[in-house]
């Protein structure tokens, strides 16, 4: 699958269970201004996934942020650092978060209509293929007996060509 980077949005994993986003954001603002820290919850035992996200204004900050922070060491654990893909869902057109899943139903009903036009289309244009495939058939079938016919009496094509000429 291929998805777009998001330039300015950093994946921070490998996180110990210490770090909060406060301490993230500490980690991560002296490569530039930084505009949002997120640290997933798990539902069950409320604490952090042992990841987080980092954005920030600009792409170079960012990209910085990525090259000295990747394989550093924060809390006793090394830390992966790469840029965000975009967070995803479950259906939606482009599967992307922020999108609901209903924003995407106008468009498919389009191309729902547009792939049944093109099936009845191709079907037509079977059904006319055949056709012509089946009279091209008859025709030379037809033109086959008539060489048929010919050759089977020569002297009647023979007394045919005479009259022809007589008249």
Not at 110 to 115: D, G, M, V, Y
């Amino acid at each position: 699958m291929n998805q777009p980077v998001q330039k300015n949005t950093l994946y921070v994993g490998g996180l110990a269970e210490e770090v909060d986003e406060k301490i993230l954001h500490a980690a991560f603002v002296p490569f530039g201004e930084v505009k949002d820290v997120k640290t997933p919850l798990d539902q069950s035992t409320q604490k952090h996934r042992s990841f987080g996200f980092v954005t920030f204004l600009e792409r170079e900050d960012a990209a910085a942020a990525m090259d000295n922070m990747d394989g550093a060491e924060l809390f006793g654990r090394v830390l992966t650092v790469n840029y965000a893909f975009p967070e995803r869902i479950k259906g939606g057109e482009q599967g992307w978060a922020a999108q609901p899943i209903w924003a995407d139903a106008d468009t498919w009903f389009e191309r729902q209509q547009q792939e049944e036009e093109m099936q009845r289309l191709q079907a037509e244009q079977r059904a006319a293929m055949q056709v012509a495939e089946k009279l091209h058939r008859e025709k030379l079938a037809a033109e086959r007996e008539g060489e048929k016919e010919e050759a089977a009496d020569p002297m009647a094509a023979a007394e045919a060509q005479a009259l022809k000429q007589s008249s």
